[in-house]
């Protein structure tokens, strides 16, 4: 099957920020190729997004249901082999519910959906079709998470009794959603992003994260879950201490009021006999600490690094990857995974490696845990 | 008046720690005199220590009451002039409590007193007395924390939202206290150190900064406190949500158990207009942040600087300073003070600044609140 | 003209590096499509590569003449639109001369040719033929060398004084070429590489990137090259001095026996008023210094940064870019370049901004200066 | 012999910079005891500053030929065991001269004189004499240093090939001796400073720092010299190649007018085998790099360090000591010394290290050498 993977989009047309990152990292690898989209609910302007993506008429579309429709009545090979969409949270479930129950594999960004029955219906179809299902919670891309997470799989850092996920950014630090700005304006709205706003938005990707590279389940939560900027109707700031299946202690914070942060995920794990922490605005180093020795900066390209690490690097050693590489790392290794399918073959194990819908529901449960903490004044609640 | 300040030190013979630090400390600016110590309860220890310190052996004694009684039968002027308190914990009340019923000012180690009793006690004789007592909780001498408290009391970066202070230290990773490291068997002794281990030792210095740089206090806390390391009689971890005074939030944590870290005491605090960021690891700099606009890099000896930051610096911009530096801070204010006291003069304010025998019973109220709290598995209680 | 633009590739077959990256870079914005390639002197092995790439195998050729020949015999719209030549050194010249002579226009690899002549022969070519040709010297297409550029041009750090280029590399402390290593062998070899070694190689980068932000000119260089791996054939160490031709004086240093290095471009620029400092491995960051006021970090995605800064960042600050994306917007710019010729448009002055074959010229010059300097022991030599 | 050792000190009245520090050095580690002064050929100012450091009046002096003549006459013991000499360069040989005359041992400022022959008379004068003379080229104090120059010396890096110096400030940006400012006006002054402005300042730390971690010895120089500042009298930028005598290549460069640079020391030194590199604005830490192996961050207090770094570190890691702890290792290890000689006794070696007369000859070297390759064009001149 000589031929790159074809995608279909649902959102993502001008004006969104999302899309068009999902579009780079979809192209980066020369392994997917666009081939249709319903860009926007209103038809002129998916044509116009079409138009600047270079698409044929035929295969812009107004509406996800007409894309689903039209396409499945494509023979394969020419049809799309899988959607993606990048709509806000409340338009998640609809199109991907559609797309499964018409046979096509799914690429959804995070949070799963509006609501935990939402996830919890999505996974289900999952598990009933077959279907491939990546959710993007993009930053476990990076070639030193895969790290992380290998040191710790391998006690290299011995049993792990400390984490720290932190997720500040500063971008909400003033009422931007009484301003035009889009992106505020959905995010802090519950009709469209449901019951979190800061929780939802990064703090599941600081939780998603966690237990990605420790391997551990957060067991419970007690959290502190604020609103900061006068008049917004979801959190903007949330704390919370972590305790995690294996005793492990912690803290999860993500806030989008603090002042002069950009994006700034970072972690820091603790073992028994060392620490890891990793800093998403610098991803190409990994600081290893240890008990009473030199902490040692680990780098994408220098050294041994496990092979699931290179897996998931391009280029050599001092030539800096980033957001958008880490981002096409999911989406390279799903196109591999339903190439496999299409060809029925076998993948590489370190290809197998994408947030699935299953981490989609975990995510889900957070939001709704931590929300619930916050309303009953921190106490403990079980995950 | 033209003579040194007379110090007598109580504690601090061959083999401790801080008693060095206390003594460079207080040596460094040529404002205080070493003159006569208690340095150990064994005489003849005590004795060499006074050797290794160049001292008249009629000035070493065997207890420190013998040398609050000895010295206060000096004349004023030859007499010393105020002791420094450098013992464990459980031996600060004792040595504090006679040196000012017999009008000694008072240096003492943090945190103020085995229990709360004891330190309310200090302060009420502080109070009765007139006398000066410093509490070294030195990591508020450095220069960009007055830096930092000074731009946020003339609102630069407006009213504070968050704050995070941090003080994760990995030397408790394992069971030290059996092996015959002294630092480490009083520190994790019930006995010595009080109820507190690291929320005793280190969560103190990291409530202090906190409140001591926002100029907010603590209003609630709700903490996870914790043992990792098996078979330790005390905590060795802590994490705890803060809510202040003026409706701000926060989280803390101490922890020894943190592998790999050395002494990373840190703390960042976002305003409604800005935020800023500081490390005890590399103090000279203050990274100040704003909204939308370039970060900066504030550094001693660089620009337009705070008086009270001036006035904590010895030297050019470039030329790191450090922790001996601070902590000497601590003693040239105090040493200020108590001869403006002898001379009948009056002190400039920013050199009117040390930490006070009240934030030692701040202190030892936050010891108690937080393990209060870790003890009811989470809940928020009042400071 | 709804399409992409058509690229042809000229090396970067299979266990190739440097091909990797320009069609990586090349894909990454949606904006030219991959048609056709001779990605070996072996047909068979080109072949291979056309499979893995997903290519039509009729438009997968044995050699770079077969390719133009048979994509000019192609109508427009169909045929390739320029070719992009990723081989090595002593192979960049032919297929350029013949792309150019037959109408395409054309990216190429760094340094521009083998030698001086050839590399005067090209540019006489484009500027006869007008067709558009791009040199990679990609380090230029860094955001925050953007900005870097602007702000000198607008003379905010006011009049440059002094310049360190430098960029070390490790990866040839050892004789790397007596292994089956493919890169490290035909860059040490004089028959592939030509005079120069570690010179060519990357020190034409600093260089470029000197000239690059400053605006300046080189005017004289005093060169110590050096070989310091016994048996090697060709440079691997150089430090330069320089004198720019508004006085200004500078150091500029490659190296690829600094142990330990990765790929580390760097640059420091002094003015009157204040300096700039920006580092290839943390490329989204650009240090601004003053005199006597704190430094600020200029970071892509925040604050006021010029159109020419923001024409060269996709993602929102935090969100790290990085060498693919640099190198992408070389791609980018050329392909808005290669459409407005084919609709007769004007393209935006931001993105007419790619490095030319005068570039490679002058940087063909530079290798040769430095080398005659460095023969003659260190005299200054004028460019 | 249970007494501090006792100093008496040259210049450093009100208004100095140094002199202060030189104090603050010589206090910190209570070995040594400052009993007299000639802190200003005004006897008045003399003893203004007398008063301010609490001296008996009659050891203030108001030359040093007086306080030379008159401390000779108190009884050993009581009068003063060494100078130290803080004045500007051309005040440097005569009381220096004057002292080891005089039979006291002499700790004094860098550059070690006004030009080379009084420097060699003064090597001449210590080695007739036998005296102990220090020379404060206090960046060799870090323990960093040490440990650095400990691993060269032990082959943990292999062979040297590659040092990169530099010291870049940019206080002398504008032409602040046309003010008021007394540092910059005599060390601009050919009258008062010597031949060389910026070479001789800080490039003589630069060279002596270079040699004294490698071991090796600078064989040939070549230097492009400047004054920047219009109208200034001395070089303020000065940019050298190096031979060494091992054959490694190097570059030393020093400036005044690098804008917005503080006080950047900073060396890197490449080996066959891997990397060092430190920063003296970050003097705790010593990266060390490796091939293809992760670099390494060394820290001051953390693991197995030289018994030589230990030596010279005060305080637990991860509290950070800085430039006044580094100048008190030089004071301190002379005290051992002049203690040593005293009591007939050994000093451990270990502290048997500080800066001697012959670097300062050799500075002295360095700084005719540099200016005489700057005046021929950059020419090749050997040490």
Redesign the interface.
Known sequence: M???IRMGMIGGGRGA?IG??H??AA????QIE?VCGAFSSNAEKSKLSG?D??LDESRVYGSYAEMIEKEKALPLGERMDFVSIVTPNHVHFGPAKMALENGFHVVCDKPLAFNLEEAEELERLVNETGLLFALTHNYTGYPMVKQAKMMIQNNE??KV??V?V?Y???WL??KLESTDQKQAAWRTDPSKSGIAGAMGDIGTHAENLAEYITGLKIDAI?A?I?T?VDGRLLDD?G?V?L?FDNGA???L?A?Q????????LAI?I??????LEWH?????TLL????????????T???ELYPETQAHT????????????AFANIYRNFAMCVRAKLENKEVEKVYQDYPTVSDGVRGMKFIYKVIESGKA????IKM
């Open positions: 000589s031929r790159k920020f068009n990152v579009r780079m192209a980066l690898d020369g666009l138009d993506l270079f850092i011995g009794r400390k720290i932190e500040p950014q500063g630090s003033t007690c502190d604020s900061l700031d704390n201490l305790r202690r912690g803290i914070y806030s009021i603090s002042a002069g942060e950009e994006n700034g820091r603790y073992g028994e006999k060392g620490g998403q605005m610098e991803p190409n290893v600490k240890w008990l009473d020795k030199p902490s040692q900066n680990y780098r390209g220098v050294g391009r280029i050599p050693a001092g030539h800096p990857e980033g957001y958008l590489e004044d921190a106490k403990w």
